[in-house]
């Protein structure tokens, strides 16, 4: 079974700075998912970045970035120039890649970072 | 991206009566969708995996006779709380899996409140 730690429950930033949350995951499997979701006061659950296993270069998105460093089994997520906006709860999440049968498109969850951006 | 609807956003009900949330993929079609609980600031816990046209299958630890799901369309999931007590008020989401897109789509929410 897979496992995904945040070891962060609670962070905060001052606007326009750059915070990094951390992400560390347990598997056995070669090929995966891992993503980070972003869970703002309204509870809707956001895609903010996905990275595949297999690939060595790390996912960016605008002022997001991964550092994912495969053979620690580490995923974090560096937020840049952070803003108002991105105060939520973020979630690190893990997903077989053609799990097959019932396990197909099932996350793992970490138990989240709860992101607080100040003015 | 992808829509995931999520009917009501908000209910309340009487302790042992029974509720019935929906979830929808507005776009595309969804042969897995998945239902998790929330509890405020905590992570989501997967209750259930439910698959178009064949029976749920349930985490360890959900009672599946108190937490119906039927995936009778490939558009449509729906999870059924039965007598209701007020340990079961919480906030439910839905997400449906695209396998065109390789992606996860999640349902805005449900929030229970059982009095």
């Known amino acids: 079974a897979q496992t995904v730690t945040q070891s962060q429950p609670e962070m905060s930033v001052q606007e326009a700075e750059t915070v990094t949350l951390s992400c560390t995951y347990d598997?056995?499997?070669?090929?995966?998912?891992l993503f980070w979701y972003k869970q703002p006061p309204s509870r809707q659950m956001i895609l903010v970045i996905r990275q595949e296993a297999y690939k060595q270069q790390n996912a960016t998105e605008n002022r997001f970035s991964v550092n994912f460093q495969k053979a620690a089994k580490s995923f974090s997520l560096k937020i840049s120039d952070s803003q108002l906006g991105d105060t939520a709860m973020y979630f690190c999440a893990f997903m077989k890649e053609n799990a097959g049968g019932t396990s197909y498109g099932k996350l793992t969850f970490g138990q989240g970072t709860i992101l607080t951006v100040h003015p | 991206g992808a829509v995931v609807s999520q009917h009501p956003s908000w209910v309340i009900c009487k302790s042992g009566t029974s509720v019935k949330i929906e979830c929808r993929s507005l776009d595309f079609q969804a042969t897995t969708m998945f239902w998790y609980r929330q509890f405020p600031k905590q992570s989501l816990m997967l209750m259930a995996t439910?698959?178009?046209?064949?029976?749920?299958?349930?985490e360890q630890g959900v009672e599946k006779d108190k937490f119906l799901i039927n995936h009778a369309s490939l558009t449509l999931s729906t999870l059924t709380v039965t007598s209701a007590h007020p340990e079961d008020s919480s906030f439910y989401i839905c997400?449906?899996?695209?396998?065109?897109?390789?992606?996860?789509?999640f349902g805005p929410g449900t929030r229970l409140t059982v009095t």
């Open positions: 439910s698959n178009e046209g064949s029976k749920a299958t349930y």
């Open positions: 997400s449906a899996w695209d396998r065109s897109s390789y992606e996860q789509y």
């Open positions: 598997t056995s499997e070669s090929n995966y998912y």
